[in-house]
């Protein structure tokens, strides 16, 4: 299945102008030169067999006559026809179609499969993340990557620096997310994939170090007011965070525990790390943490963006997201996580670890 061109938000990828200009802002110097003496030869040729067929079909004086000089005529002006459709091809909107076809490929040489509903349900734990930086959000890889290429591109990519089979679709370097799962999360081998996945759901959650923020006698009031100023939530609904709420155990910020969560399984994914069944198995222990905390989407999805707040200052508000997942056409509008009961006690654990 067709994703967003990878960066954007327009789901799914289709033809646009647009791509032909982004082809001809990265063209090179050289490429640029190129590009200009073809147009110029272009506009020459045309013009030439224009001419040429003018006279073979109304010039009486020309050497070729006849019906024989009348079909060299037409061949002519079709010449002159054809050599702009080609240069506009190459070079214009023939372009507009690119990044399509770009992604058609990858598909095909990675061998990306669709997901079936209840994989979308667990991809949509991220889907706030992926909807604000134009990642994908209906597969397991959430970008393009090297890592799944066929081997032949990827000999080629490591002996000639900087190639690429794609001018528009940027592939994702695995060694580059091994270096960030490493410095985020010390993880270096998949034998530490799982130690991660309990540390970002317990001890390392930004749940666990807000509750000991805002349990703190002196530093506490100023947390929650200053939270509270940034997020438009009342301190009092803040406060309230830290409390058991209709039988679930205090909400905190797992949502954007949850979310940090899917992301690196995500990532181990797309390194190597962790194999398709692995990933999915991750993820769904990541619902049941959603669900012990939250009803339904749109709360999660407000929740995710307070512990955007609370941990970067920036959040893309609930309505937002879900704006854009609906006016784009994501399925993750659609195929929600189903919030049900769930007999994991991570909330507990981790509100103990730090109290």
């Given at each position: 299945m067709l994703q967003n061109h990878y960066g954007e938000q327009e789901f799914p990828v289709r033809r646009r102008r647009r791509y032909a200009d982004e082809v001809s802002a990265?063209?090179?110097d050289s490429e640029r030169r190129r590009r200009i003496l073809l147009n110029v030869a272009t506009r020459l040729g045309a013009l030439v067999l224009i001419f040429v067929g003018f006279v073979l079909v109304v010039?009486?004086?020309s050497p070729v006559s006849g019906p024989v000089g009348l079909m060299l005529g037409i061949v002519a002006f079709a010449g002159a026809a054809a050599l702009p459709v080609l240069y506009l091809k190459t070079y214009g909107m023939g372009l507009w179609g690119l990044a399509k076809r770009e992604q058609e490929d990858y598909i095909r040489r990675s061998g990306r499969k669709p997901v079936t509903d209840e994989q979308q349900r667990l991809l949509s734990l991220g889907a706030a993340g992926d909807a604000a930086d134009g990642t994908w959000n209906s597969s397991l890889a959430w970008g393009p990557t090297w890592q799944f290429m066929d081997e032949e591109s990827r000999?080629?990519?490591r002996a000639e620096a900087g190639w690429?089979?794609?001018?528009?679709?940027?592939?994702v370097d695995?060694?580059?997310?091994?270096?960030?799962l490493d410095a985020a999360f010390r993880i270096t081998r998949p034998a530490g994939v799982r130690p991660?996945?309990?540390?970002?759901?317990?001890?390392?959650?930004?749940s666990a170090r807000f509750l000991s923020a805002v349990s703190d006698e002196h530093q506490g009031p100023t947390v929650v007011n200053d939270l509270a100023e940034r997020s438009g939530w009342p301190p009092d609904r803040i406060r309230s965070l830290t409390e058991a709420v209709d039988g679930r155990p205090p909400r905190l910020l797992w949502a954007g525990d949850v979310?940090?969560?899917?992301?690196?399984?995500?990532?181990?994914y797309m390194t190597g790390l962790l194999d398709e069944p692995q990933a999915w198995d991750f993820l769904a222990e990541c619902q049941a943490v959603a669900n012990e905390f939250y009803s339904d989407f749109e709360e999660y999805l407000e929740h995710v963006r307070l512990a955007d707040i609370a941990r970067t200052g920036n959040g893309v508000a609930s309505g937002a997201v879900m704006e854009i997942l609906t006016r784009c056409g994501w399925p993750a509008a659609t195929v929600h996580p189903h919030f049900r009961p769930s007999q994991r006690k991570v909330g507990h654990d981790a509100a103990e670890s730090s109290g």
């Amino acid at each position: 299945m067709l994703q967003n061109h990878y960066g954007e938000q327009e789901f799914p990828v289709r033809r646009r102008r647009r791509y032909a200009d982004e082809v001809s802002a990265r063209m090179s110097d050289s490429e640029r030169r190129r590009r200009i003496l073809l147009n110029v030869a272009t506009r020459l040729g045309a013009l030439v067999l224009i001419f040429v067929g003018f006279v073979l079909v109304v010039d009486l004086r020309s050497p070729v006559s006849g019906p024989v000089g009348l079909m060299l005529g037409i061949v002519a002006f079709a010449g002159a026809a054809a050599l702009p459709v080609l240069y506009l091809k190459t070079y214009g909107m023939g372009l507009w179609g690119l990044a399509k076809r770009e992604q058609e490929d990858y598909i095909r040489r990675s061998g990306r499969k669709p997901v079936t509903d209840e994989q979308q349900r667990l991809l949509s734990l991220g889907a706030a993340g992926d909807a604000a930086d134009g990642t994908w959000n209906s597969s397991l890889a959430w970008g393009p990557t090297w890592q799944f290429m066929d081997e032949e591109s990827r000999s080629r990519h490591r002996a000639e620096a900087g190639w690429s089979p794609y001018r528009l679709l940027d592939l994702v370097d695995p060694d580059l997310l091994r270096d960030s799962l490493d410095a985020a999360f010390r993880i270096t081998r998949p034998a530490g994939v799982r130690p991660a996945l309990d540390r970002v759901l317990a001890s390392d959650s930004i749940s666990a170090r807000f509750l000991s923020a805002v349990s703190d006698e002196h530093q506490g009031p100023t947390v929650v007011n200053d939270l509270a100023e940034r997020s438009g939530w009342p301190p009092d609904r803040i406060r309230s965070l830290t409390e058991a709420v209709d039988g679930r155990p205090p909400r905190l910020l797992w949502a954007g525990d949850v979310e940090r969560a899917v992301r690196m399984i995500r990532t181990c994914y797309m390194t190597g790390l962790l194999d398709e069944p692995q990933a999915w198995d991750f993820l769904a222990e990541c619902q049941a943490v959603a669900n012990e905390f939250y009803s339904d989407f749109e709360e999660y999805l407000e929740h995710v963006r307070l512990a955007d707040i609370a941990r970067t200052g920036n959040g893309v508000a609930s309505g937002a997201v879900m704006e854009i997942l609906t006016r784009c056409g994501w399925p993750a509008a659609t195929v929600h996580p189903h919030f049900r009961p769930s007999q994991r006690k991570v909330g507990h654990d981790a509100a103990e670890s730090s109290g």
